[in-house]
């Protein structure tokens, strides 16, 4: 409701002041103008909310979020490659869990990779899913890249 009373009066209206107990009754309280825009305060309770479920789902995540990955290294002690399957002399214990994938390497070189399908306490099996090379009973397994050849 806009008043287009001039100066004085308008302000005074809208502090209350000039009001008689029997326009109040009638009318309720003087408006008051707004601060901000209209529709203002909805968006800022919307964004609020927005905000807290945000918070919400990134607690979520961070309680959810696997611990960090331990490095695996081992070896192949066993090659099947008529089959496409290995072990590897890590396990459980080393932080191999089913489903990791790890790079073969021979001389700090990749030669594959293997897919683990079965991880028990101190050695692990999977299978090749890119044998670049034959690989070899020896050649080492590690869940990191290699970044340059290793001296033999």
Known sequence: MRFLLPGLV???L???EGCSEEWRKRHGPPPVPPLQEPGTSDRI???ERSNLELAERVG???RNAPPPRRIVEGKLTSVEEGLGLVVLSVGRES???VGDELTVLR???SVGRVRIDRSELHWSS???LDPAQGLRVGDR???RLPIRPEKP
């Open 60 to 62: 979520a995540l961070e």
């Open 95 to 97: 932080g191999v869990a």
């Open 45 to 47: 309770q919307r964004l």
């Open 14 to 16: 809208l502090a209350g």
């Open 126 to 128: 999977g299978s090749v």
């Open 10 to 12: 308008a302000t005074a």
């Open 107 to 109: 001389s700090g070189v």
């Open 141 to 143: 397994v590690s869940n």
